[in-house]
């Protein structure tokens, strides 16, 4: 039986043209900004992972049913309701997110209508956490 393939993936597309074409002038403004963020706390580069998620370094996962592939480390992504931030779980995550601000959490992400509505600092805090987490889980 064929493995299907990650439908996020790794792409060379331009980070820049991909945030000069969204649409709304504060998303865009604030994508900016999160780049600049994510960017300081995870020492990595921008790069576009499928055709619309912003990306901030790699890492390897395999689980145990055999499935495996490549991911970033933390990303983000301007979407048309919400800019949507990947944060992966931690010990501690429900409390930070309380700290957030003005956010709609999920499972795998957290929506935010805009930055001005979150603390930036507890942000960092928490792709920082997120970070180690994944390096600890997948032994990087």
């Known amino acids: 039986m064929a493995k299907s393939k990650n439908k996020t993936a790794a792409t060379t597309k331009s980070v820049d043209d991909f945030i000069a074409a969204v649409d709304d002038e504060a998303k865009r403004d ?19 992972w ?21 991911m970033p480390l933390a990303a983000f992504s301007p979407r048309k309701n919400a800019l949507v931030l990947y ?20 499972k795998g992400c957290v929506y935010v209508k ?11 805090k928490m792709i920082t956490a997120s970070v180690k987490s994944i390096k600890k889980g997948f032994g990087r």
């Open 114 to 124: 805009k930055l001005e509505d979150i603390d930036t600092g507890v942000l960092k």
């Open 50 to 70: 499928g055709p619309s998620i912003v990306g901030f370094g790699t890492y390897h996962y395999k689980y145990e049913s055999g499935r495996e592939g490549d």
């Open 87 to 106: 944060i992966t779980n931690f010990d501690g995550k429900e409390e930070m997110q309380k700290k957030l601000g003005k956010v709609k959490p999920s």
């Open 30 to 48: 604030d994508s900016y900004e999160l780049i600049k963020i994510f960017k300081d706390v995870t020492g990595e580069n921008a790069t576009m």
